[in-house]
């Protein structure tokens, strides 16, 4: 059972173009979770997300920054006209369907944006 | 006030030392804890569930005071690949996890 998959790893973007981050969760899981790591800080929650839903997206800013999971495919956390405060650590997670007993959350290897 | 709260250290302490770590969280209602461990440049990993009873993995003990709404973490025995930052998650009613922003622990040799 393949963990929570991110690609890139690494991603380079010049100031104006637009990143896309792939998270493909793991097997049986429903929701994803997007957070974003700034050098020397803690995890902030940018959105939660289930299958073709956006369950909460308060942490996500307001404008350039979007995200989906849909039907197929892997979810995926967009970054229009990335500026140098965009380069972080985005990390997604995976859990399984809440009604279930299991609630962990299980970490992908996150994808380092960089910013020139 | 934060969702999640956790004093950032660092905690500096020998090889064979016991070391605790608390966290304290604001919402009366949060349904279930974790504590994770991030290595530096690296995702977070999780360590072990808390439960209301209070657990024990190997060398390391959690505890959850609902009451006082804080939750603990034992470390004892340290070794030097226990350093780490040590991460306090809590989940809310709305499936939303919260979390802390870490307590950075170094094991000196």
């Known amino acids: 059972n393949a963990g929570v998959m991110q690609n890139p790893r690494h991603l380079v973007r010049r100031r104006g173009q637009e990143a896309r981050l792939r998270c493909s969760p793991m097997?049986?899981?429903?929701?994803v979770y997007w957070y974003r790591q700034l050098p020397e800080e803690g995890l902030k929650f940018m959105v939660y997300?289930?299958?073709?839903?956006?369950?909460?997206e308060s942490g996500m800013p307001k404008e350039r920054f979007s995200a989906e999971f849909p039907k197929e495919g892997p979810s995926i956390l967009r970054i229009q006209q990335v500026v140098r405060g965009d380069s972080a650590a985005y990390f997604c997670?995976?859990?399984?369907?809440?009604?279930?007993?299991?609630?962990?959350?299980?970490f992908g290897p996150g994808t380092r944006l960089t910013v020139l | 006030r934060k969702e999640v709260e956790q004093d950032p250290g660092p905690f500096n302490v020998p090889e064979g030392a016991t070391v605790a770590f608390n966290c304290t969280y604001s919402?009366?209602?949060?349904?279930?804890f974790f504590w994770y461990r991030q290595d530096c440049r690296k995702e977070p990993k999780l360590l072990m569930s808390?439960?209301?009873s209070g657990n024990e993995d190997g060398r390391f003990t959690a505890q959850l005071n609902r009451a006082s709404q804080y939750i603990s973490l034992l470390i004892r025995d340290s070794k030097l690949s226990d350093s780490a930052t040590y991460l306090c998650?809590?989940?809310?009613?709305?499936?939303?996890?919260?979390f802390g922003t870490g307590t950075s622990l170094t094991v000196i040799p």
């Open positions: 997670a995976s859990s399984v369907d809440r009604h279930q007993n299991s609630d962990t959350q299980y």
């Open positions: 097997k049986g899981h429903s929701h």
């Open positions: 997300l289930q299958k073709e839903n956006i369950i909460d």
């Open positions: 919402n009366s209602a949060s349904q279930s």
């Open positions: 808390v439960y209301s």
């Open positions: 998650v809590v989940l809310n009613t709305g499936n939303q996890f919260y």
